[in-house]
């Protein structure tokens, strides 16, 4: 009968003991950078459900979705940005026939349409560019938005060049292949539009009867 | 008051304000402005506020009982100035807590509804309207004036914290899209939308503390939680799950980032 309480007070003492421990480890050392990470997108997964168009896997990054998220808001390193450039590049696919240029009236009309791959769009449905979204484009379209630079005369001041043709066609198709981190989405890499719509857009920037170039 | 059918107003408003912009755009931008600025004459978030005040007192549920003992974190039936302290750690619940999952909590535990129950209507919509939206608007309303003091004292709300940040900068979806694209500088507007950069303290400042928000354009009361849900659609990715632990924790961030601003909603905007 004696023996009981002492042995209960040691298992007492023992449990507040490892208790403390925790308290004091807990506070010593809060979660690392890398253990946020993982959680983050571990909570990420749990937070969201499919709807509509837009599954689960929407939220599974690749390695330039990761990296850029890493560095959001800071330099990205120039190993990293000389990789996530690399891949991307390679990633391209260029029209079999060289040509770059499309109709800039269709152009136009990509570049004015918000819709497409929301879960709320539907999937038959058009799916655009929104190019005026984040950039100037015709002069005529006063409602633009300043995310991205001012595509006003973007052939005109560049020559209408094959060399710049080729290039719009590529910034539209994989933008990361050319500015590692930027905030413009990947057009062709991530089946956002069709090659013709890729070219459509260049024909808006490159075509010298373009409002874009007036 | 008078409340307008559903966008009736504002496509008026819009369209005069659409003919001014032909002018220039600097005109477009400042003519935006006057109308923000007409909206704040008259508030319709006064009726969602008046019917959650209303629902607060209604004794409901499977315990037949109100919500007045709800504690959302300055004790129990202590709604004055607890919008401002929020999200904050619940130690009942083992859980950092939104308003809107404290309000489930307390549906719940005070009222006996099922936890599906007590999620069933978020947002409202042209249809039927959402008690949620109405308690968000009640509740919200009594913080009016109040500081923003959102503590990061608990190791649990540091940790949401930090996972807020880096959700913000999670890029993903089809368009590698992240809260940071549009919200992380200055200055920067879509199409003629100007954006706020929330991770600045002004910023987030300016933008927690009007929000809920009569949306004119929806003719709806909209919660934070909408907010947070709709950005993501937005952003192409799959719907965030209302209460998620995703939405506490960026709640947390820019929740956290607004404090020491006065917060000043319900509010109203386009």
């Not at chain 1, 800039?104 to 799916?127: F, H, L, T």
Request: glycine share 8%; proline share 5%; charged share 25%.
């Amino acid at each position: 009968m004696q023996r009981l309480p002492i042995a209960r007070i040691a298992a007492a003492g023992a449990t507040v003991a490892a208790a403390v421990l925790a308290t004091i480890l807990g506070c010593a050392t809060a979660p690392s950078d890398d253990d946020i990470n993982a959680k983050a997108a571990a909570v990420l997964r749990a937070s969201f459900k499919e709807q509509g168009q837009a599954k689960l896997d929407r939220l599974a990054q690749d390695d330039t979705q990761k990296t850029c998220s890493q560095y959001s808001g800071k330099a990205v390193p120039k190993d990293a940005a000389e990789r996530i450039e690399k891949a991307n590049l390679a990633s391209i696919k260029w029209p079999a026939d060289g040509n770059y240029l499309g109709d800039w009236k269709n152009g136009e009309r990509i570049a004015q349409e918000g819709r497409g791959m929301q879960y709320s769009d539907d999937p038959k449905g058009p799916v655009g560019a929104n190019c005026y979204a984040c950039h100037r484009l015709s002069p005529q379209e006063l409602s633009f938005g300043t995310i991205g630079p001012s595509l006003y005369q973007f052939g005109k001041v560049r020559g209408y060049t094959d060399e710049v043709r080729k290039y719009a066609y590529g910034k539209i198709y994989n933008a990361e292949a050319y500015s590692a981190c930027t905030n413009m989405p990947r057009f062709g890499h991530s089946g956002i539009l069709s090659q013709q719509q890729i070219r459509d857009v260049v024909a808006l920037l490159m075509d010298p009867e373009s409002p874009v170039n007036k | 008051m008078r409340i307008h059918r559903r966008g009736a107003l504002p496509v008026l408003a819009l369209s005069v304000m659409v003919a001014a912009a032909a002018l220039a755009q600097g005109n477009a931008v400042d003519e935006i402005a006057k109308y923000r600025a007409a909206l704040q004459d008259g508030n319709p978030a006064e009726l969602w506020e008046a019917r959650g005040a209303d629902l607060w007192k209604q004794k409901r549920g499977p315990k037949n009982a109100s919500l007045e003992q709800c504690d959302l974190g300055l004790g129990p039936g202590v709604v004055k100035g607890a919008y401002a302290q929020l999200p904050r750690y619940f130690s009942d619940a083992d859980r950092v807590m939104d308003l809107e999952s404290r309000l489930v909590w307390c549906m719940v535990t005070l009222q006996g509804f099922s936890q599906a129950d007590a999620v069933k209507r978020p947002f409202g919509g042209p249809d039927q309207k959402s008690d949620m939206e109405a308690y968000v608007a009640y509740v919200t309303s009594e913080s009016r004036g109040a500081r923003m003091n959102v503590s990061l004292d608990h190791p649990k709300e540091r940790e949401a914290y930090r996972l807020g940040e880096k959700m913000f900068h999670f890029r993903g979806g089809t368009h590698d899209f992240a809260c940071a694209t549009c919200h992380g500088e200055d200055a920067k507007r879509i199409r003629l939308q100007d954006l706020p950069n929330l991770t600045q303290t002004a910023g987030a400042q300016k933008a927690y503390t009007t929000w809920p928000a009569y949306r004119v354009s929806q003719g709806e009361l909209r919660s934070f939680q909408w907010r947070l849900n709709d950005c993501f659609r937005q952003q192409r990715f799959p719907e965030l799950i209302f209460t998620s632990d995703a939405s506490i924790a960026l709640t947390m961030f820019l929740a956290r980032n607004a404090n020491g601003a006065v917060f000043d909603a319900p509010a109203i905007k386009r």
